[in-house]
């Protein structure tokens, strides 16, 4: 038989397999403690072995169920048991009862003065307050204990802690803060309870919350929370309880108030299975807890309860309730609780593990795991057989399902129930992936001898250098901080302070550290306070050790400030993930966004996607790099370049939704713009033609739909890289998969409002440079606007333009131009600046001088882009031609506008009511020809010479500037020996007329000769 560890309390039994539990009394009302049912040793029970070097057989020092991590030492310290420090030498020590609990340490102040720095200070800026965080901080304090808080909060942070409380909260968080720190517990329960049920912006209930205060209270401290309650908000606790709950949770919260637990589980397990928004779904995890534990006579009050309350007068309602929600191993699990058989619950949970989850796919490592950890020889036998019996062969089963690291590790639990420190690491790093995390909670705290033992015990057994292991698992920060463990725990001052400033040196010194100090220093103070806690450090040592040692005090001294810099190790580098983390989401988004709006309509979407992945990818590795400084470790930089892909491939998705709401947007603008000019119902086509003349003419328009349309990106793609990055850290799932899709949520939301401002700001930014954001459906204006058989005004097409031009700007610029009976205004549609309109009226004015110029155009209009307008051929406009006109109304295209003799040309040409489009400088047969190149003349190519036009009634003449060489041409002969596109030539003859007509020629000029060949 082996010898226990007993509580204060309890009473010695036998753990055997098919014992009948014992009750255990109740006391003071409360719900008892659990008991175990058969294969299950009463909790108090204390196996303690330990491992025997020289014969290599498992032996482990393990006390229960093991949590924190303690290392088999830790473990025997906690049990009383005299283990040398090397741990190469047993004693066996047969531990008998003891009469007394063992002495509490002393209190320390240092973590929840911490916790409540942070949860008021934390964080990137140290803005907002986690008010959980903090009360949790102060509860159950005596009011000795708060007085040491507070001592410790002013030394280490320099603030007073009261008066940052009451800086920090209001309402009903300040009345429970400020309870808590009189250490007046129902006080402070009472005002988390009104908290949950009335706190914040009264919206919604803290269900949770309410009943977590409640739990565990014994009757008197149920009495004090009520009257508390009373007398902070005048209404008793149980008014309020009923106007925020209902149904199965207002039965058990008067279950707890009552004194009553079989009526608070009856309603939590009816809560779980039938309960919810729609009563639809069960929850298992819930069931589960709410039976395990059970002691026979609290399973007969939980059943009576039940029935009573939700029966109707019948008996088995649970266990039929059971069957009706639960099927597999799931219900054999309950079943067994039912039945107070532990053993058989756990042999379930082990198979569901194995066999169950989505359509029976996958297995739960950790479930499987659980099942055997902390659980003596006995226990883990009978689970064993209870599996076998059940379900087939364990061990055969736990071959199939597991992979050989994951095996290993579940066979080593199933034998020993525990695994060593040597072990914890192995199967930490072994396989795919590393857990840091348990490496740092089996290395953290070791003493020296310690260190040696587990470096000697890893390498006896896994036949490499723990050291090695290490080096090759981990990097950067991670790396660091087991080479800092592997040094053992400080045990001089000296050492302490050493530790200190190498955690210290990492963070904050030499070059790669450079960009993160000067981002961390401008937006928080944590930095400054770790300079000042290791300087004072270091300051205390130098003091002391002025006179040649330092005495106690000044030792203890030395090792508490040590240990606050350490601590604001710890506080800065969250500080410093948490700005990595946001500036590495806004440079990703942003990156991706600028790749998204620079090809957007320029590349395949699987090209962008791709584009957009690379440039996230590299843009948050490089920010969050730079940001994390040393830190920075090879897996920090793979997490990073996975977020950013991700955040980047799904800016890409985004896009459809961008486009979509600054489509939206412009042409609800469009619409309302045609509606003031008059068109009350505008067809599609004009629509989008007046939703690109906006975002031509525009830049603030294009400003705020880049801006929209780059949110709406970078809102997706940011939310997705938030929760790939919460979904990448292992800590988001340490609480179950409920707490983790909560974590991954939180994750997207935080990660889509930081992609919405840094993609809004980049596509406002690069809006400028782009006039149609990717929005305007150009192939249904180009075929609306299509010039087709050179005769679109007949079909409205010329008329939708000018209506367009004139709602887009309903201010026109007027000028006055000469005309037959006086000055003659003319509205200038379009022109984008005041040197446009100067040309324009600069042309007006020479209509006069021109043949038939008195017919002056009483509408001018610029088209800001002329690849708007088609030929039959579906091929841009282009040349310095016009758009049309009909004697009145002029269209221009803006590239037309280069020059002012090109203006005047384009105006006098299509004012003459043609139904022709010039393009590129040719004239239709029979028009009048026109010559503007320099006032009414044309200049060819040798400089010496100038044509002029000459009116004559019987026909046009062509020659020099000199009136006595004017003769009329007879002939026809060319003015150079080679015919070139640069020549001019004079042709005469019965039935061609000469015309003056631009050529086309690098040169602008414009020139005379003969008609083109249009």
């Not at 320099?934 to 009116?951: A, G, H, I, L, M």
Request: charged share 25%.
């Amino acid at each position: 038989m082996v010898s226990s560890l007993n509580g204060p309390s309890s009473t010695r039994r036998t753990t055997d397999a098919n014992a009948t539990p014992t009750s255990r009394p109740k006391t003071n009302g409360a719900a008892p403690a659990a008991s175990p049912g058969p294969g299950t040793p009463a909790a108090p029970d204390r196996l303690v072995r330990a491992r025997t070097a020289s014969t290599g057989a498992r032996n482990f020092v393990s006390s229960g169920p093991v949590e924190g991590g303690l290392s088999p030492a830790e473990l025997a310290r906690a049990n009383g048991v005299n283990i040398s420090s090397d741990l190469r030498t047993v004693r066996t020590t047969a531990v008998g009862e003891r009469s007394a609990a063992p002495k509490a340490p002393p209190y320390d102040p240092g973590s929840d003065a911490k916790e409540l720095y942070e949860s008021m200070h934390g964080g990137m800026f140290g803005a907002g307050t986690d008010e959980d965080r903090l009360l949790g901080a102060l509860k159950g304090k005596t009011p000795e204990q708060i007085k040491a808080l507070e001592a410790e909060y002013k030394d280490h942070y320099g603030r007073d802690l009261r008066a940052d409380i009451d800086d920090e909260l209001g309402g009903s968080d300040l009345t429970q803060a400020k309870a808590l720190l009189k250490g007046d517990q129902a006080a402070g329960d009472a005002a988390n309870l009104y908290r949950a049920m009335k706190g914040g912006l009264g919206l919604g209930t803290d269900e949770a919350q309410i009943f977590s205060t409640l739990e565990g209270k014994s009757p008197a401290e149920v009495d004090a929370i009520k009257k508390a309650y009373q007398a902070q908000t005048g209404e008793s606790l149980d008014a309020h309880l009923k106007e925020e709950l209902s149904g199965a949770e207002l039965d058990r919260a008067r279950g707890l108030t009552e004194g009553d637990p079989a009526k608070a589980t009856a309603a939590r397990l009816n809560e779980a299975m039938k309960g919810g928004l729609t009563g639809a779904g069960t929850d298992e995890d819930e069931v589960f807890k709410s039976l395990e534990g059970k002691t026979a006579e609290e399973r007969e009050a939980i059943f009576a309860a039940y029935d009573a309350q939700y029966g109707g007068g019948k008996t088995g309602v649970l266990q039929s309730h059971i069957q009706e929600e639960l099927s597999g191993a799931e219900l054999d699990r309950a079943n067994a609780l039912l039945e107070g058989n532990t053993a058989a619950a756990e042999a379930a949970k082990i198979e569901h593990a194995a066999n169950g989850g989505f359509l029976g796919m996958g297995t739960d490592e950790d479930a499987i795991n659980s099942a055997f950890e902390g659980k003596s020889a006995e226990e883990r036998q009978a689970i064993e057989a209870a599996y076998n019996d059940k379900y087939g062969d364990l061990r055969a089963e736990l071959k199939d399902e597991l992979g050989e690291h994951d095996l290993g590790k579940a066979t080593a639990l199933l034998e020993n129930g525990r695994l060593t420190d040597a072990e914890q690491i192995y199967y930490a790093s072994a396989g795919l992936g590393t857990d840091e995390d348990k490496i740092h909670k089996t290395l953290e705290g070791k003493s020296k001898a310690e260190i040696a033992q587990l470096r000697e015990d890893y390498q006896r057994q896994f036949g490499t250098r723990l050291d090695d292991t290490l080096t090759g698992e981990l990097s950067g920060r991670d790396l660091f901080d087991a080479q800092m463990s592997m040094k053992g725990a400080p045990e001089t001052a000296k050492e302490a302070l050493d530790q200190a400033n190498e955690r210290y040196a990492y963070e904050r010194k030499g070059p790669w550290n450079a960009v993160s100090n000067t981002v961390m220093d401008a937006f928080t103070d944590k930095g400054e306070l770790l300079d000042r806690n290791n300087a004072r450090a270091n300051a205390a040592y130098a003091s002391g050790m002025e006179k040649g040692f330092l005495n106690t005090s000044e030792q203890e001294r030395v090792r508490k400030l040590s240990g606050f810099s350490n601590m604001d190790v710890q506080t800065y580098r969250e500080a410093k993930d948490s700005m990595a983390d946001t500036a590495g989401t806004v440079a990703a988004t942003a990156a991706s966004v600028a790749v998204v709006v620079g090809t957007a309509g320029t590349a395949a979407p699987a090209v962008v996607a791709l584009m957009a992945g690379a440039a996230g990818a590299t843009a948050r590795v490089t920010t969050s790099g730079l940001i994390s400084g040393q830190g920075y470790s090879a897996g920090d930089a793979l997490k990073d370049a996975g977020v950013g892909a991700v955040d980047g491939a799904f800016t890409v998705v985004g896009a459809g939704a961008g486009n979509a709401a600054a489509k939206g947007l412009v042409n609800g603008m469009a619409r309302n713009t045609l509606s003031r000019a008059g068109v009350k119902t505008a067809t599609r086509e004009l629509t989008e033609l007046t939703s690109k003349e906006l975002l031509e003419r525009s830049v603030v328009k294009r400003v705020v739909l880049g801006s929209v349309q780059g949110a709406t990106d970078g809102a997706v793609g940011g939310a997705a890289g938030g929760a790939a990055m919460a979904g990448f850290d292992d800590k988001t799932w340490d609480q179950g998969l409920g707490q983790g899709l909560e974590r991954v949520a939180t994750g997207a939301a935080m990660g889509a409002g930081l992609g919405a401002g840094a993609g809004g700001l980049i596509g406002g930014g690069l809006s400028p440079l782009r006039k149609d954001l990717g929005i305007i459906d150009e192939d249904l204006v180009m075929r609306r606007f299509d010039m087709g058989d050179n005769h679109w005004q007949t079909v409205g097409r010329y008329d939708d333009m000018l209506t367009v031009n004139r709602a887009v700007e309903p201010k026109p610029r007027v000028v006055k131009v000469a005309g037959p009976s006086g000055p003659q205004p003319v509205k200038i549609y379009g022109a984008a600046n005041a040197a446009e309109a100067g040309r324009i009226e600069r042309a007006l004015g020479r209509m006069s001088e021109l043949p038939g110029g008195r017919n002056i155009p009483t509408e001018v209009h610029v088209r800001s882009h002329i690849g708007d307008i088609t030929d039959a051929a579906r091929k841009p406009v282009g040349g310095i031609g016009g758009l049309g006109g009909d004697g009145q109304r002029v269209m221009i295209a803006r590239n037309s506008l280069g020059s002012d003799d090109a203006v005047a040309h384009v105006i006098h040409h299509e004012r003459s009511g043609t139904t022709s489009t010039t393009t590129s400088g040719g004239s239709p047969r029979g028009e009048a020809p026109t010559c503007l190149a320099r006032e009414t003349r044309c200049r060819p190519t040798r400089p010496r010479t100038r044509w002029r036009t000459s009116r004559r009634p019987t026909g046009w003449w062509c020659g020099t500037s000199t009136a006595s060489s004017r003769t009329r041409i007879a002939t026809c002969r060319a003015t150079s020996a080679r015919r070139s596109s640069s020549s001019w030539r004079r042709c005469t003859g019965p039935t061609r007329a000469p015309v003056c007509a631009p050529l086309r020629l690098a040169t602008s000029k414009a020139r005379c000769g003969r008609p083109s060949a249009r």
